[in-house]
């Protein structure tokens, strides 16, 4: 290392699991070497393949670097350069003039998510600014709330599951929902670990032979949607043939006599196939080896939830590990996020009592509503964008830029790069890197907590969130206190919660990384003892049916299925999914050269036989449509489905694509049966040939 180096240990900010922490070299102010800690316990030395080239989007020269205003019209992107004073003055002043109109301060809608996933970039003074403001809240639910609603009906609040360092101990792992090579690549490291250590057997459960599944021992392939089913199905069996854990059943669990009644009358295995399109004997065989090859873990994830049934269908498999007693083992049970196990003091951090009672909540998935006047409150006035990219990833997207394009609308977007939602705004604010500002770290994939500090200066006229809401609230008049640095936040988030106990802002300086206050070894539920009313797991939940809900874990369909709507089915026949793309997250990373040459064009992998019926060919361009939208694609016939779905993994930005739309334009609004969670993958489409692309059909 050349003398004037010195190294850093800073964060991966982005929304993944592993929160790798990233060792970075700095020389003469400049960044100029990044890797993964090889001191880290989760890290271990190796970063996924977007972050390991991170520095090439710190120094890219389409970085967002001053602030902008529009002097074009609305989707064209064009803007000249303005100074920080005059757009944090006309920010102020157009918020002023919307909260003194008729309309108040509801007309104002703050649109977030975690394009970085810190504790104070993310969710600290933007939260306390709209709240000081009285603007309309944001519920932030496009991800993962359907399923953490069912998951805490189970087996309580905070989400608590098995410790994912404890996977490489496990016999049988099942992968339900989860692309884990590719969006847990440590997790899966683990995984990797147990089959060769202790000849675990790896399980994929996945409408979509993802290249997990490619590399699992086992890969079960229902039809999309109907996981809570194939979860009830293995219960069945487990209850029939005997293989419950009769001890844990009836010291951890609520409702075990209730739950064995309805699998075995409702759920047997030929109706099971029937529904699921999963064989007989496939679920006969996974029922009895997840129930007596122990420790066994599964690693739930978001793949499953995106449907309308999605919280009910994590309810029901989370109900599994107490079944079969896994959780009694240290590895065992279930694990869908690790983030309830911090108790970070998010009232401290982000004042809801700022809020005026009544205030009301617009839910993220329907932005495109929202921006049409369709729900209840006041016409959205006034919209402000940071850490996400709606233009893109929002559903329902030719209505979302229908109303993004509203001359009466006033956008600001505070952004690193010139987005689809930036090409909308009126107002562009340049934002900083992970490298270029401080924050404090959880994670929703181990147990660390994690230090960010600024490694170098920010390039150009670069600001944070945290700055840039400091700056606002003094241009609107708003106390001071309530808007302090960035070190005094980090103290109010550390708070003094159990799972933090002897963490500090003094030591996360010095170490950088500091496991949670959790038992060794940490096994959650191995006592039987669980964080809900009753104190136990509740198979069976009265919380749930004073809700409104079904009691009992049961299967509730999709709304678009061709079981459910054949009137639909028979217009548009093909189940569309849409997860993330390899070289993308979300859409980040969707610009760049390096990342989109990887990708390739826009794919939608399709049966042989689908793609037979329809006249096309491996390769060939095609339109993917509904009554919603329709983007271009290229035909991939993989193998990877079967016949009756199609797989089209984004997300790719709509300027950056054949036809300037990407598969948002087809996925539905519609809302999931508890959290108010997305349903992309409720998505029924068609399939037509086309010519060609279009003008921008190459993206490479």
């Known amino acids: 290392m050349a003398e004037d180096s010195t190294v850093v240990k800073n964060v991966c900010p982005l929304d993944c699991p592993d929160t790798c922490s990233m060792v970075v070299t700095i020389r003469s102010g400049a960044a100029v070497g990044l890797k993964g800690d090889p001191d880290h316990p989760f890290t271990r030395g190796f970063l996924c393949r977007k972050m390991a080239r991170y520095l090439d989007r710190v120094y890219s020269d389409r970085r967002l670097l001053n602030p902008m205003k529009r002097v074009g019209p609305k989707g064209e992107g064009r803007f000249e350069r303005i100074t920080w004073d005059e757009a944090l003055g006309t920010i102020a002043e157009r918020f002023r003039e919307v909260a003194a109109s008729p309309d108040g301060p509801q007309a104002i809608l703050p649109y977030s998510y975690y394009g970085t996933m810190g504790k104070i970039q993310a969710s600290s003074l933007d939260r306390r600014f709209f709240h000081r403001m009285g603007a309309s809240q944001l519920d932030r639910t496009i991800c993962a709330s359907a399923g953490g609603v069912g998951y805490e009906y189970t087996v309580g609040r905070g989400r608590l599951g098995a410790d994912p360092l404890a996977a490489a101990r496990c016999k049988l792992l099942v992968n339900w929902g989860s692309n884990t090579a590719n969006t847990n ?20 459960v996945d409408p979509y032979r993802s290249p997990t ?41 609520v409702g ?26 496939t679920i006969e065989a996974f029922a009895r080896r997840l129930a007596t090859e122990q420790p066994s873990l599964i690693r739930l994830n978001y793949g499953m939830q995106r449907h309308h049934g999605g919280g009910m269908a994590v309810r029901t498999i989370a109900c599994l590990p107490a079944v079969i007693g896994s959780w009694r083992h240290h590895g065992g049970g279930a694990l869908l996020t690790t983030s309830g ?45 940071y850490n996400s990219n709606p233009a893109a990833v929002a ?44 924050d404090l770290m959880g994670s929703y994939g181990h147990h660390e907590v994690m230090y960010n500090p600024r490694s170098i200066e920010p390039r150009g006229e670069c600001r944070s969130n945290a700055d840039v809401f400091r700056a606002l609230a003094a241009r609107m008049g708003f106390e001071p206190e309530l808007f302090p640095d960035d070190e005094t936040l980090i103290r109010e988030a550390l708070g003094d919660g159990p799972s933090l106990r002897g963490v500090t802002l003094e030591r996360l300086e010095a170490e950088g990384s500091i496991r949670l206050n959790l038992p060794e070894p940490y096994a959650p539920f191995a006592d039987g003892v669980f964080p809900t009313p009753s104190g136990k797991c509740e198979l069976y939940s009265e919380r749930m049916a004073r809700d409104g809900f079904d009691p009992l874990p049961t299967y509730i369909p999709p709304l678009e299925d061709p079981q459910s709507r054949p009137d639909l089915a028979s217009r548009y026949p093909i189940q569309l999914l849409s997860p993330p793309r390899p070289s993308f997250l979300n859409s980040t990373f969707a610009d760049s050269p390096r990342h989109r040459e990887a990708a390739g064009d826009p794919t939608v992998e399709m049966a042989d036989a689908d793609a037979r019926a329809r006249g096309v060919a491996d390769g060939a361009w095609v339109e993917v449509f509904n009554a919603r939208g329709s983007f271009r694609a290229r035909v991939a016939l993989t193998g990877a489905v079967r016949p009756g779905v199609a797989v089209a993994a984004g997300i790719y930005w709509n300027k950056l694509s054949p036809g300037r739309s990407n598969v948002n334009a087809t996925t539905p609004s519609a809302l999931s049966d508890m959290g108010g969670g997305a349903t992309f993958f409720d998505n029924l489409v068609e399939i037509r040939p086309i010519t060609e692309a279009g003008p921008d059909s190459s993206l490479s």
């Open 185 to 204: 690549s440590h997790l899966w490291s683990l995984m990797v670990e147990a089959r060769k250590r202790r000849g675990a057997t790896i399980v994929t």
């Open 395 to 438: 559903p329902n997207q030719a209505k979302v830029l229908q109303g993004l394009r509203r001359d009466d609308l006033f956008t600001v977007v505070h952004e690193l790069f010139p987005t689809d939602t930036v090409d909308h705004a009126d107002v562009v604010l340049p934002a900083t890197s992970q490298l270029e500002h401080v």
């Open 256 to 281: 075990a006599p209730r739950l064995r009644a309805r699998v075995l009358e409702e759920y047997p295995p030929d109706r099971v196939a029937g529904i699921t399109g999963v064989d007989v004997a």
């Open 341 to 385: 196990t911090y108790d970070f003091d998010a009232f401290r951090l982000t004042r809801p009592d700022l809020s005026p009672p009544g205030t009301r909540l617009v839910n993220m998935n329907q932005l495109g509503e929202a921006l049409a006047g369709e729900l209840p409150g006041p016409p959205v006035r006034a919209l402000y964008v």
């Open 213 to 253: 599944a490619e590399r699992s021992d086992w890969h079960v392939q229902p039809r999309p949607g109907t996981d809570a089913a194939l979860a009830l199905g293995l219960m069945h069996v487990i209850f029939r043939d005997g293989l419950e854990d009769r001890d844990y059943l009836e010291r951890a669990t």
